[in-house]
C-alpha cells in the first residue's frame, strides 16, 4: 500500500502563457474586449452559483465522508458521475443514513437514503428535520427527465442542505439546488476558495468528480498520461527491454488506475515490443476496454489482446483500407475495428468522448505520447520514477517525443502536482497546463483569462511556481460554469435550426431517454428494475431449459442495467440454444412495450419526450450510440435508430392521450 508523503501542492502560473512561441504570439494579439467578456461572464456566472454562506467543520466532513463513500464504487461499474448522499439529524447532528450511487441505471443516493430511512419508519421531522449532506447536486430538471432525487430529499425531510459541488452539466447545473431552496430548504454550497476546512471539503468534491469536470470543459474524455522512468529519465534499454522498471508496489497502483478507466490506451509499438494484456488482474467488477492505435495496422496475429472472451474488449482504431483481411480476422475473434480516414490521438480521443468514456488511461511510448500532448488530449500525467540508472544516452527512448520546445520556459508546468511513494519509487502527478487543452477550457486560457487576473505577465520567467497553473480544477468549473450561459441562449425551437435531442448514456442529459436509466418497470407481473433488464431477460424467457431459466433469474437480479446487459449479451453468443427462436421477430415490440409503460408510469422522461417536438411540428430523437447502427445512429449518423423512432412513434401516442 502506498503512502502519501506529500499533500496536494496548488500553484499558480499566468493564465494567458502559451505553451510554444506559435501559441504565445497568437494570445498577444488576441483582442483585449474578447479577454474582458470572458473574464467578465465567467466570474458572474461562478459567482451567482456557488457564493454560499453556512458551511461548518462538521458539514465539511459529512462531505468528505460523501466523496469517500462515492469513489467506493470506483472499479466496480464503468466510470461514471460519482455521488453519495449522507443524512443526519440537524438537531443532535447524528447520522441516521447514508448511500451512494453505484453506477449508471442504478438507484440515486438520495433516494436510496430516503427508501432506507421509509423502510425503518425514521421521521426526520420528530428530530427538528435533518440535513441532507451530498458530493455533487442531484440530477434534477427538464434537461434531466426527473425530480425524484430532489423528491426524495423532501420526503426525507431535509430542512437543510449541503452541496459539495454543482453539476458540471451545463442542463443540470444550479436546478436542484434552485428547485430545493423554492421548497423551502436552505441549501449550503460549498466554495473551493474557502480557508480551512470547507475549502477542503470543496476541493475534494471537485477531485472526486475531476473527470466528468474535464470532459465538459474539453469535449474529451479526462486522459491521464503514465509512464514509468528511472531516475535518468530511460523507459526502456537501448535494446528496448523494459520489464520492469518499476517495482510490485507501483505496478499495483497501475491496475488499480486500470480499473477505474474506460480505456486503456496503447499504440502499436507497443503492442508489438510488449505484448501486454491491459487487465486489471482481477476477474471481479469493471475491465475497461483496451485500447490500440495503429495506422498501419502492422499488429502481431498471436496478440493477447486479441483474447476478449470472459477477459475485455479490445477496440482497434486504424485508418481506412489498412489490411482488411486481418481486419477480418480480429472482428472474428471478437475485436472492434474503428476505420478513421486520418487516425491521429486526438480523432481517436474524440471518437472515445462520443462513446461516452469518461476516462481513458493512457499507457503508449513516447512517439505517440507527444503529439498526444501537443493536440490537447492529455489532461493530467501520473510519472513513476524508479532509483535505478539505465544509461544508453540518446539511443534509450524516453517518456515523451519531440515537443518542439526550444527554451525551458517554455516547458510545461504541471499544476496540483501530489508525490507519493509506492515501494521503493516514487509517484508524481499533475495537470497539463489549461491553455494546452481543448474546449471551453483552452479558449479561457487563450483569451487570458486566469485565477491571477487576465493582465498578469510573467514573459519569459523560468519560475515554475510563476507559469503552472493557479487551482487547476478551479480553473476547470470556471470553464464548465460559463457553458452555462450558452446552453440558456441556445433556442432550441428556432423553425430553421431544429436540433435534435440526442441521448446516450444514462447519467448525460437527455439520459432519462435510455433505457439504462434508473426507472423500474412493472411487465408481466413482476417489477423490473430498468428496461434493459426487461429486455435482456425476455431473450431466454419462455425457454424450458435449466441454463435459459438460470440466465433469466440472473439478469432479473443484476445490480445495474451494465451489469444485466452484460450477462445477456454474453449468455446469447455462449448459448445461443438458449435464446427464444422467435427473438429477431419480436425484439423491437418487446422493447416498445417496456418504453411505453417505463414512460407512462414516470412523469420525468415523459415530460422530457413530449417537449421534444417543436411549434412547427418537427421532431428528431437521436440515441447517439456511434457503436450502434441498429438501435443507434452509428458513428457516421446513417444506423437506423430504431431507439430514437420508436420514443417518437410513443411521444405522438402519448400526446394524443394528453
Same mark, same amino acid.
Given at each position: 500500500m502506498s503512502r502519501a508523503t506529500c499533500a496536494s501542492l496548488v500553484r499558480g502560473r499566468d493564465g494567458a502563457r502559451a505553451v510554444t512561441a506559435t501559441r504565445a504570439r497568437e494570445t498577444a494579439t488576441r483582442r483585449r474586449s474578447t479577454r474582458r467578456r470572458s473574464v467578465r461572464s465567467t466570474r458572474s456566472t461562478a459567482a451567482t452559483t456557488t457564493t454560499t454562506r453556512g458551511a461548518s467543520e462538521e458539514d465539511a466532513e459529512r462531505v468528505i465522508r460523501c466523496c469517500e463513500l462515492a469513489r467506493e464504487c470506483e472499479g466496480k461499474s464503468a466510470p461514471h458521475p460519482l455521488s453519495a448522499c449522507v443524512v443526519a439529524e440537524r438537531a443532535s447532528g447524528r447520522v441516521v443514513t447514508e448511500a451512494r450511487h453505484e453506477g449508471q441505471g442504478a438507484t440515486r443516493a438520495e433516494i436510496a437514503c430516503a427508501n432506507d430511512l421509509a423502510a425503518r419508519g425514521v421521521r426526520l421531522e420528530a428530530s427538528g428535520g435533518g440535513t441532507v449532506y451530498v458530493n455533487l447536486e442531484p440530477v434534477h430538471g427538464e434537461v434531466a427527465g426527473e425530480t425524484r432525487s430532489v423528491e426524495a430529499v423532501?420526503?426525507? *425531510?431535509?430542512?437543510?442542505? +449541503?452541496? *459539495?459541488? %454543482?453539476?458540471?452539466?451545463?442542463? %443540470? =447545473?444550479?436546478? /436542484? +439546488? =434552485?428547485?430545493? =431552496? !423554492?421548497? *423551502?430548504?436552505?441549501?449550503? +454550497?460549498? &466554495? @473551493?476558495a474557502a480557508e480551512g476546512a470547507e475549502g477542503e471539503a470543496a476541493r475534494r468534491c471537485r477531485e472526486t468528480n475531476e473527470a466528468l469536470l474535464y470532459r465538459v470543459a474539453t469535449r474529451l474524455p479526462f486522459s491521464v498520461y503514465k509512464y514509468a522512468m528511472t531516475l535518468d529519465g530511460k523507459i526502456a534499454t537501448t535494446k528496448g527491454h523494459s520489464s520492469w522498471v518499476t517495482g510490485a508496489e507501483a505496478r499495483e497502483r497501475v491496475f488499480r488506475e486500470r480499473k477505474r478507466a474506460d480505456a486503456v490506451v496503447v499504440g502499436g509499438e507497443t503492442v508489438r515490443k510488449d505484448n501486454p494484456r491491459l487487465t486489471c488482474r482481477e476477474e471481479s467488477g469493471f475491465q475497461p476496454a483496451r485500447v490500440v492505435l495503429s495506422r498501419s495496422l502492422n499488429l502481431p496475429e498471436d496478440a493477447k489482446l486479441w483474447n476478449v472472451r470472459g477477459v475485455a474488449p479490445t477496440i482497434v482504431c486504424t485508418t481506412k483500407g489498412a489490411r482488411p483481411e486481418f481486419q477480418s480476422a480480429l472482428r472474428a475473434k471478437g475485436v472492434e475495428v474503428i476505420e478513421f480516414d486520418e487516425l491521429t490521438p486526438l480523432a481517436a480521443a474524440e471518437y472515445m468522448y462520443a462513446r461516452g468514456f469518461l476516462r481513458c488511461f493512457w499507457e503508449c511510448g513516447g512517439g505517440l505520447a507527444a503529439p498526444a500532448m501537443r493536440s490537447g488530449v492529455f489532461h493530467n500525467v501520473m510519472a513513476f520514477v524508479a532509483p535505478k540508472l539505465i544509461g544508453g544516452g540518446s539511443s534509450a527512448p524516453t517518456p515523451l517525443g519531440d515537443l518542439g520546445l526550444d527554451a525551458m520556459h517554455d516547458a510545461l508546468p504541471l499544476s496540483g502536482i501530489h508525490l507519493e511513494t509506492c515501494g521503493r519509487d516514487i509517484l508524481v502527478r499533475g495537470y497539463v497546463p489549461n491553455s494546452q487543452n481543448t474546449g471551453r477550457l483552452a479558449h479561457m486560457a487563450s483569451v487570458g483569462f486566469g485565477l491571477r487576473g487576465m493582465d498578469f505577465d510573467v514573459g519569459e520567467s523560468a519560475d515554475d511556481d510563476e507559469r503552472a497553473d493557479d487551482g487547476s480544477l478551479i480553473f476547470v468549473e470556471q470553464a464548465v460554469a460559463s457553458l452555462v450561459d450558452d446552453d440558456e441562449d441556445n433556442d432550441c425551437c428556432q423553425m430553421d435550426n431544429l436540433p435534435p435531442i440526442k441521448f446516450y448514456k444514462a447519467w448525460d442529459e437527455h439520459g432519462a431517454l435510455s433505457n439504462f436509466s434508473p426507472f423500474p418497470v412493472s411487465m408481466d407481473g413482476e417489477v423490473w428494475m430498468t428496461v434493459e433488464h426487461y429486455y435482456q431477460a425476455q $431473450?431466454?424467457?419462455?425457454?424450458?431449459? &435449466?441454463?435459459?431459466?438460470?440466465?433469466?433469474? #440472473?439478469? $432479473?437480479?443484476? #445490480?445495474? @442495467? !451494465?451489469?444485466? /446487459? $452484460?450477462? *445477456?449479451?454474453?449468455?446469447?453468443? !455462449?448459448?445461443?440454444?438458449?435464446?427464444? /427462436?422467435?427473438?429477431? &421477430? +419480436? $425484439?423491437v415490440q418487446v422493447m416498445r412495450r417496456a418504453l411505453l409503460v417505463k414512460l407512462k408510469s414516470h412523469d420525468g422522461p415523459r415530460q422530457l419526450l413530449l417537449r421534444t417536438v417543436c411549434s412547427d411540428g418537427r421532431v428528431r430523437v437521436i440515441e447517439d450510440s456511434p457503436v450502434d447502427p441498429v438501435w443507434g445512429a452509428g458513428r457516421d449518423g446513417t444506423g437506423k435508430n430504431l431507439l430514437g423512432n420508436l420514443l417518437d412513434e410513443i411521444r405522438r401516442d402519448l400526446a394524443v392521450d394528453v
Open positions: 423532501v420526503a426525507a *425531510g431535509a430542512t437543510r442542505a +449541503v452541496v *459539495g459541488m %454543482l453539476h458540471p452539466l451545463p442542463g %443540470l =447545473r444550479g436546478r /436542484a +439546488v =434552485r428547485a430545493m =431552496r !423554492e421548497r *423551502g430548504i436552505e441549501v449550503v +454550497v460549498l &466554495d @473551493p $431473450k431466454f424467457a419462455g425457454v424450458e431449459t &435449466d441454463t435459459a431459466r438460470q440466465i433469466y433469474l #440472473d439478469i $432479473k437480479n443484476a #445490480d445495474s @442495467p !451494465e451489469a444485466a /446487459a $452484460k450477462i *445477456g449479451r454474453g449468455a446469447q453468443i !455462449e448459448y445461443p440454444e438458449c435464446v427464444r /427462436a422467435n427473438w429477431e &421477430d +419480436v $425484439k
